[in-house]
């Protein structure tokens, strides 16, 4: 079992910034690829980013250039860095320890 729990979200002004983090416990050993979704209002869940253990690193079109996945294994923690936010990333975000497991989401909101 892996246990996830995100924190960092909140309320942000359209070009604002925000940091989630998502610290992991349990049987992380079996961890290999990190990731970020969210899930707006009414619309499907959607994968932001990934990383592997060993930094490689992939974005949704819709975020690269402004957000930034990264991970301090020696913490088993993962963090998404969002900055010039807008208020089309409004959306709950999910950290997950792919496959299987999923946190249990922190709100973000972006006001225009």
């Known amino acids: 079992q892996v246990q996830l729990v995100e924190s960092g979200g909140g309320l942000v002004q359209a070009g604002g910034s925000l940091r989630l983090s998502c610290a992991a416990s349990?049987?992380?050993?079996?961890?290999?690829?990190m990731g970020w979704y969210r899930q707006a209002p009414g619309k499907q869940r959607e994968l932001v980013a990934t990383?592997?253990?060993?930094?490689?690193?992939n974005y949704a079109d819709s975020v690269k250039g402004r957000f930034t996945i990264s991970r301090d294994n020696a913490k088993n923690t993962v963090f998404l860095q969002m900055n010039s936010l807008k208020p089309e990333d409004t959306a709950v975000y999910y950290c997950?320890?792919?496959?299987?497991?999923w946190g249990q989401g922190t709100q973000v909101t972006v006001s225009s």
């Open positions: 997950r320890a792919i496959p299987r497991y």
């Open positions: 349990g049987s992380i050993f079996s961890i290999n690829v």
């Open positions: 990383i592997t253990s060993g930094g490689s690193t």
